[in-house]
């Protein structure tokens, strides 16, 4: 069983900044790829950044040059930071924990609010 409790979502203003972070418990920490999905209202959920455990990183082309995921092993801790933030941003941000040795199994958190205003 793994925990994920994320943090730091909140209202800010178009062209703002949040950083986000997702503490994680349960499992070594480092074996993990970490992922950062996002749903707006009425909408699917879908993957915003990832990072896995030798450090590669991913971005959705609608957060690319604006997000940075990084991770922090001796914390147990992935980040989100968000730049430039726009209004279709809006949405509940999850963090999401997989290993390939796990197969279909994986933990989500349970998600932070973050609400862009224009």
């Known amino acids: 069983q793994v925990n994920l409790v994320e943090s730091g979502g909140g209202l800010v203003q178009a062209g703002g900044s949040l950083r986000l972070s997702c503490a994680a418990s349960?499992?070594?920490?480092?074996?993990?790829?970490m992922f950062w999905y996002r749903q707006a209202p009425g909408k699917q959920r879908e993957l915003v950044a990832a990072?896995?455990?030798?450090?590669?990183?991913h971005y959705a082309d609608s957060v690319k040059g604006r997000f940075t995921i990084s991770r922090d092993n001796a914390k147990s801790t992935v980040y989100l930071q968000m730049n430039s933030l726009k209004p279709e941003d809006t949405a509940v941000y999850y963090c999401?924990?997989?290993?390939?040795?796990?197969?279909?199994?994986?933990?989500w958190g349970q998600g932070t609010q973050v609400t862009v205003s224009s």
């Open positions: 999401n924990v997989q290993r390939p040795s796990w197969g279909a199994r994986q933990y």
């Open positions: 349960g499992a070594i920490f480092g074996m993990n790829d």
């Open positions: 990072i896995t455990s030798s450090g590669a990183t």
